[in-house]
């Protein structure tokens, strides 16, 4: 039998893509989630997209008792826990819905978990809690600090983890911080969709490229960078979803198991990772102007912008050292700009209003 593993969240942008690439790496999965920034349609899609029905779930990780039916029902291996609200903006006006979402609804999970006797967890942590880098690449090992109640949710989670693993060996509890995640699935079947105006750069590119907003800002252009417009690391979709297979794989070799192993005695036995950090970028960064030429040049598109203040918050450059991730989990992102430019791209003109244009 092959390992089952829960994806929370995984309805959304990361976790459907996720699930292909764990399908395709031979694991079952059950998708749980409550679609409030997510649609029906996404899993409809994953699932012709691997030409079988995705066992789904409508549940809120706040739901104890739900999670409870679940795992009795469900033979889980681990989680994917990509379940979360994300809005930088939204959660510095409401802070406590953050909190309670992100935060007490991983507690729940933690604690279900805890009493099913399942602890493999790989959680989606971000760039964030690093806050504003004194070094760059930013390796794990640097200071964490966060400015908004997002990134203090993130935040607050890995101190939860660190503190788990300390009290009880049995957790695996890989925390990966994303860096910028950008790109579709090939197909253009699947990506992003930002329910509002978005707040990222390369959904508002795109939007802008097939005609639905009109010009981009670009926040800043004085900040000490190559152009002097911010600097990120993008990283394909894609090349995250493999990196979350990387993960689960090495969790896997660490306790000595293979795939097809479900006896959650010896899954629980033998366990040597307690909690791990591990950043998932391309440690290449690509500054706000050379993106969207690149998305110029790939969709034949305009796109017009202006300069405009800097945003409050953003930091100048922000890129990983992706290291870690090659030498423990022999994992590394594949994929170019261009790649990103054109998979987003072939998402977007395929589908203008998202998975309302189905
Ligand atoms: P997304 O919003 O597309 O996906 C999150 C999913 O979680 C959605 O389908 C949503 O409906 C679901 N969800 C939210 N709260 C829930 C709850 N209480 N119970 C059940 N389901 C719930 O976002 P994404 O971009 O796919 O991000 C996935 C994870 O990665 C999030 O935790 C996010 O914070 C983290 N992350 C994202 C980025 C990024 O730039 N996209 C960067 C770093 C980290
Ligand atoms: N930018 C613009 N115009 C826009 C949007 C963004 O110029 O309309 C610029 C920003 O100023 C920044 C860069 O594009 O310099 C990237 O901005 P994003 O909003 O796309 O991404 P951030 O790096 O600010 O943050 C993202 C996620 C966070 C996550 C972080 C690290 O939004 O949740 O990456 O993973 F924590």
New binding site residues.
């Given amino acids: 039998m092959k390992n089952k593993i829960l994806v929370?969240?995984g309805?959304?942008?990361?976790?459907s893509h996720t699930c292909i690439a764990l399908h395709e790496a031979g694991y079952d999965i059950v998708v749980?989630?409550?679609?409030?920034?997510?649609s029906r349609e996404a899993v409809r899609r994953v699932s012709t997209l691997i030409g079988q029905s995705i066992e789904f779930i409508e549940?809120?990780?706040?739901d104890a008792e739900l999670l409870k039916q679940v795992f009795t029902e469900h033979q889980i291996f681990g989680v994917m826990h990509?379940?979360?609200?994300?809005a930088v903006g939204e959660s510095v006006a409401k802070p406590l819905l953050y909190y309670n979402?992100n935060v007490s609804?991983t507690i729940t999970l933690l604690e279900v978990m805890a009493a099913a006797n399942v602890k493999n967890l790989v959680f989606?942590?971000?760039a964030?809690v690093y806050g504003d880098p004194d070094v760059l690449p930013i390796d794990e090992s640097a200071k964490r600090s966060c400015t908004n109640p997002y990134g203090q949710s993130?935040l607050m989670v890995e101190h939860m983890l660190q503190d788990l693993a300390a009290t009880d060996e049995g957790w695996n509890l890989i925390a990966l911080r994303?860096f910028?995640?950008v790109g579709a699935h090939p197909s253009g079947q699947i990506g992003e969709d930002p329910n509002d105006i978005p707040n990222?750069l390369m959904p508002y590119i795109s939007q802008v490229a097939v005609g639905k907003l009109k010009k981009l800002s670009i926040f800043g252009n004085d900040y000490a960078t190559v152009d002097g417009t911010g600097v990120r690391d993008f990283i394909h979709v894609t090349d995250l979803a493999q990196g979350h297979v990387a993960a689960l794989n090495y969790l896997e070799q660490q306790k000595g198991l293979t795939k097809d192993c479900s006896d959650k005695e010896s899954a629980n036995k033998n366990s040597t990772i307690g909690f791990l950090p591990i950043n998932l970028g391309t440690g290449k960064g690509t500054s706000v102007l050379e993106l969207v030429t690149a998305f110029s040049e790939v969709s034949g598109q305009d796109i017009p912008y202006q300069f405009s203040a800097r945003r409050a918050g953003d930091i100048a450059s922000c890129y990983a050292s992706a290291d870690k991730a090659k030498d423990l989990l022999n994992w590394e992102a594949k994929l170019s700009i261009t790649e990103m430019c054109q998979d987003t791209w072939r998402w977007q003109s395929k589908n203008p209003r998202g998975y309302h244009s189905a």
């Fill in positions: 929370t969240g309805a959304g942008y990361i976790g749980y989630d409550n679609l409030s920034n997510s549940g809120d990780i706040r990509f379940a979360g609200l994300k979402n609804g989606s942590s971000s964030t993130k994303y910028n995640p990222n």
